[in-house]
């Protein structure tokens, strides 16, 4: 039990500050009393407020420009006039900002044939030319996508097609029977059901302007395209809207014969004047001479 721990220490050691506490207060140099600011403020990066190759001038000369808006005048004759510097120092600090890219000036020829220096202010230089750095993602599993099958793409409209002013069952019932035939003629006009009710008001359209079945067929099926038709239901509705007859003319109902001048004549019988088919008697003289009902 009296035997000495050699490893043990002497004594306890003192604590460093500047070790155990990096951010207690420093025995030299500068010490910051910051605040947050939330606005009118502009971030500047250390690698141009602690340039080791820039003049102080040059830095405080970039800060002013990153911290002013779009469109402010940044020349070597505003910029003496805001700071006390003069025009040939801060030209050499523009020179400064240029050459290790914090500046660009190029001149440039505006519309009215004036040829103006445009500045251009760059945070970070090199930003431009640097390759992005895109994060590596892991890769998505498609097994679930490729399961299901592809969208369906929505079916095109058919063009306008005539309407006739008559609806009647029997007039759609002929147009649906020339359009079926029409497969007879060429077979790539075979259409469906639902094509043939869409374009049977069209042809019946044409039928209602006198003009017989045949006709309709003759023009729906002639000078056909020698390449295929992908969608004949559309080329069909088409030739109904750009060949529609115009109506027929109109036939004014026949006039009925003019009615039949008698020449006035004298009554056999009560000497009066009168027009008349009888050549003998006027009209109430021969309606009394005929017998009546009840003495027959």
């Known amino acids: 039990m009296d035997t000495e721990n050699p490893s043990a220490p002497s004594r306890a050691q003192s604590r460093i500050a500047g070790k155990n506490h990096p951010h207690a207060r420093p025995q030299s140099g500068v010490v910051h009393d910051n605040a947050r600011h939330t606005e009118n403020f502009t971030v500047i990066g250390n690698h141009l407020a602690q340039h080791p190759e820039l003049s102080l001038l040059a830095i405080g000369l970039a800060t002013y420009i990153q911290s002013v808006r779009q469109g402010t005048a940044v020349d070597i004759k505003t910029l003496a006039d805001r700071f006390p510097e003069g025009p040939t120092r801060i030209a050499a600090a523009l020179n400064e900002l240029e050459e290790h890219g914090y500046l660009r000036r190029t ?11 445009r500045t251009v202010s760059c945070n970070r230089p090199g930003h431009r030319n640097a390759p992005a ?27 306008a097609v005539p309407q006739p002013s008559n609806t009647s069952p029997a007039l759609l019932q002929t147009a649906l029977d020339i359009l079926a035939g029409l497969r007879r003629r060429d077979p790539r006009l075979l259409l469906s059901a639902t094509d043939a009710e869409r374009l049977a008001p069209g042809v019946a359209a044409w039928l209602e302007r006198d003009i017989a079945p045949t006709a309709v067929r003759h ?15 559309a080329f069909l509705a088409h ?12 036939r004014p109902p026949a006039a009925s014969a003019p009615p039949v001048r ?9 000497d009066r004047g009168y027009r008349g088919p009888d050549p003998l008697n006027c009209q109430d003289c021969c309606r009394r001479r005929q017998p009546t009902p009840a003495a027959a």
Request: overall charge positive; some cysteine.
């Open 239 to 250: 030739r109904l809207a750009a060949q529609l007859p115009p109506p027929p003319p109109f």
């Open 219 to 233: 023009a729906l099926t002639e000078n056909l395209p020698n390449e295929p038709l992908i969608r004949p239901a």
């Open 107 to 117: 001149r440039e020829r505006t519309p009215t044939g004036r040829i103006v220096t």
């Open 133 to 159: 750095e895109t994060p590596e993602r892991p890769a998505r599993r498609t097994t679930a996508a490729t399961d299901k099958p592809p969208p369906r793409t929505p079916r095109k409209r058919l063009p």
């Open 262 to 270: 008698h020449p006035l004549r004298n009554c056999d019988t009560c």
